[in-house]
């Protein structure tokens, strides 16, 4: 199924992930994780978009965020550009550090909200970053928000 453009999308809850180039690196270390969600934190709440869950891993990341789409547009570019600029003054490196541009779905529903949660959270286990029974310290859910 082809991709819907995003000028077309409704407002309303979205799952956002994106993926370093080649499978590289994304987050080298805590200091890039720390610096990408304080950026996601200054544009959420620069174009007023809701964070209700994210996962940091080590070549991409995923995001729920509620708001419209046309915000979301703007967050993801500033988001994006801006970690990208940072990542490779801090590591010496040039050149495109995102592979594709950003993925969006649309949650449809309370049923995929609670899926989507849920996949969100088992990112890092099923990846084998932490046990079944640990926190991953670079995920957080707002869980009063799920279905």
């Known amino acids: 199924m082809p991709r819907q453009p995003r000028n077309l999308l409704p407002d309303g809850i979205f799952h956002v992930t994106a993926r370093a180039v080649a499978d590289e690196p ?22 007023g978009i809701r964070r209700l869950a994210y996962c940091l891993m080590g070549t991409h990341y995923h995001l729920l965020l509620e708001g419209t789409s046309a915000d979301l547009s703007r967050l993801m570019h500033q988001l994006n550009s801006r970690y990208a600029q940072r990542f490779n003054e801090r590591h010496g490196r040039h050149g495109h550090l995102f ?13 995929q909200l609670s899926d989507t949660y849920a996949y969100i ?20 859910a707002d869980i009063s928000s799920a279905a």
């Open 26 to 47: 994304l987050f080298v270390d805590d200091h890039d994780r720390k610096r990408f969600l304080w950026l996601l934190n200054r544009f959420c709440s620069e174009y």
């Open 99 to 111: 592979g594709e541009r950003y993925t969006v779905r649309v949650v449809q529903d309370e049923e």
């Open 121 to 140: 959270d088992a990112n890092p286990r099923q990846a084998g970053l932490c046990g079944w029974d640990e926190r991953w310290p670079w995920s957080w």
